[in-house]
């Protein structure tokens, strides 16, 4: 099993534990928990409003790709710490990782 941590909006944190091998990204696993997260373009990395900040680990997450690069320079929000849950695939890198989610809400 896979655990992080989610932080939300109102910054109520709870702890997720997820299979490994499962095969979705982070944005997958927010909406099927239930977080208050658009993410409109469905994980093309194309609208950032699945956007999520890393406030802790991530060391070993995998690097920005140039479309997410490109998307998150276009929010006033954005952190060096900004990621695209869409961008993030669920696995062991992720073991301990403390996220905020940042995107818009539906």
């Known amino acids: 099993m896979i655990h992080f941590t989610v932080e939300d909006r109102g910054g109520e944190r709870q702890t997720l534990e997820i299979p490994e091998g499962i095969g979705l990204n982070l944005m ?5 928990s239930e977080y208050n997260i658009l993410a ?11 956007h999520v900040e890393i406030l802790d680990g991530g060391e070993s997450l995998s690097p920005t790709n ?16 900004s990621r695209l849950a869409c961008q993030l695939r669920v696995d062991e890198a992720m073991e301990g990782t403390l996220f905020k989610i940042r995107g818009e809400e539906h």
């Open 28 to 32: 997958e696993v927010l909406k099927a």
């Open 40 to 50: 409109t373009c469905g994980g093309m990395a194309l609208c950032a409003t699945c």
């Open 66 to 81: 140039d479309a997410e690069l490109d998307i998150l320079d276009t929010l006033p929000s954005a952190t060096s710490c």
